[in-house]
């Protein structure tokens, strides 16, 4: 059996952590507490003598590729992108919402109305703390929710000491009884490898899966750094000043919000030199084994489009429509579900040729140290 020093040796040091804290929850939530998390995010020892080898974090790891088959046909994936029940294209009917999110707001507006109705009693998003690093958070109350949409550029913090991620980092460290306390509807939202690793604790049907209802994931271009040197180099590739920024947004184009109204578009070959760099081996764009997956591809500007997967996840989604989501008018584009879905199709193909031409890569590497 496979320990936590194999999945070291296997996944962290090869730098194909995602750093999702799939084996840190788990670990937390047995009560073994042999794990945590660095301050880089990986996991690591926390209390080796504690440690009983029982493999469980190894297999929770969404780089194992042993428990992917049966976590597929549990949830009825199908080639290529995943189940699919239906797409639609909405936006939140708050304007608020609609000004504070990112891609219409459908995220924020759905848990809003699951937390109001009582279908959920806590959610795990991620909330900003700095113009570039945003932490997870259980918001139980509704200003809670609102502080995790969207991701805009704050000119009041200091760039000096931030954060240099973007994007989610572990959050299903926060899937713990301890930091639940007693809840047990709580909506899960991440990046399609969170949403992995928590499946996977599903399959395993160990603790803390129990508690979550609801699996919202994310389309996933990848985790980025904007470090000083980063920021430097798209300010001048853009003709901006972070000055002038109030938000950015990640599409099939790296999308630049400034105070003018204006919207710079980068191409998002720039940013792949400061993914994360387990990003560059995830094949996962769409968010495959979600209940419901979301982000702004192919949708027109200010929509959001939304992929249900499970019966459940597409139950939520209808109920909250006329409530606190309305439906892009389609008339007179009866094929928009067809084009939305052509392109949703497009990203995550060449998510999945670009993480296979660099795990060839890896592999030729290991055969010529050999």
Not at 326 to 342: F, K
């Amino acid at each position: 059996m496979k320990t936590f020093f194999d999945l070291q040796k296997e996944v962290v040091e090869r730098g194909l952590c995602h750093r999702c804290g799939g084996c840190v929850s788990l670990c937390t939530a047995v009560n073994y507490g042999a794990l945590e998390l660095g301050p880089d995010g990986h996991p690591r020892y926390k209390d080796v003598d504690r440690c009983i080898e029982c493999g469980l974090c190894h297999a929770a790891c969404p780089e194992n590729p042993e428990l992917e088959a049966e976590t597929r046909q549990r949830l009825a994936w199908s080639a290529p992108i995943g189940r699919i029940l239906g797409i639609r294209v909405a936006r939140a009917l708050d304007p608020q919402v609609r000004q504070q999110a990112t891609d219409g707001g459908v995220v924020t507006a759905l848990l809003l109305h699951l937390l109001d109705t009582g279908h959920i009693d806590g959610a795990i998003v991620a909330r900003q703390t700095g113009p570039f690093h945003r932490e997870p958070t259980l918001a139980v109350r509704r200003e809670e929710i609102l502080e995790g949409a969207g991701f805009h550029f704050d000119t009041t913090h200091s760039m000096v000491g931030l954060g240099r991620e973007y994007a989610h980092r572990h959050g299903l460290d926060l899937v713990s009884p301890k930091i639940l306390k007693g809840l047990h509807r709580v909506a899960l939202v991440g990046t399609p490898c969170q949403i992995h690793a928590f499946r996977r604790l599903e399959t395993l049907g160990v603790m803390p899966s129990e508690s979550v209802a609801l699996c919202l994931g994310l389309f996933c271009s990848g985790n980025f750094a904007f470090g000083e040197e980063e920021r430097a180099r798209l300010a001048e590739a853009g003709g901006f000043s972070w000055a002038d920024v109030v938000k950015i947004n990640v599409k099939d184009t790296f999308q630049v919000h400034l105070r003018s109204g204006d919207v710079i578009e980068l191409d998002l070959h720039i940013l792949d030199t400061m993914k994360h760099p387990a990003c560059h081996y995830c094949q996962d764009y769409a968010a495959e084994v979600a209940d419901i997956s979301f982000g702004g591809i192919g949708a027109p500007e200010g929509w959001t489009t939304v992929v249900s997967r499970t019966p459940k996840g597409r139950a939520a989604f209808l109920d909250t429509l006329g409530h606190t989501v309305e439906e892009y008018d389609r008339t007179g584009q009866p094929d928009l579900a067809d084009r939305v879905l052509e392109q949703l199709m497009r990203a995550s193909a060449a998510k999945r040729r670009h993480a296979q031409a660099f795990r060839e890569q890896m592999t030729r590497g290991a055969s010529t140290r050999r």
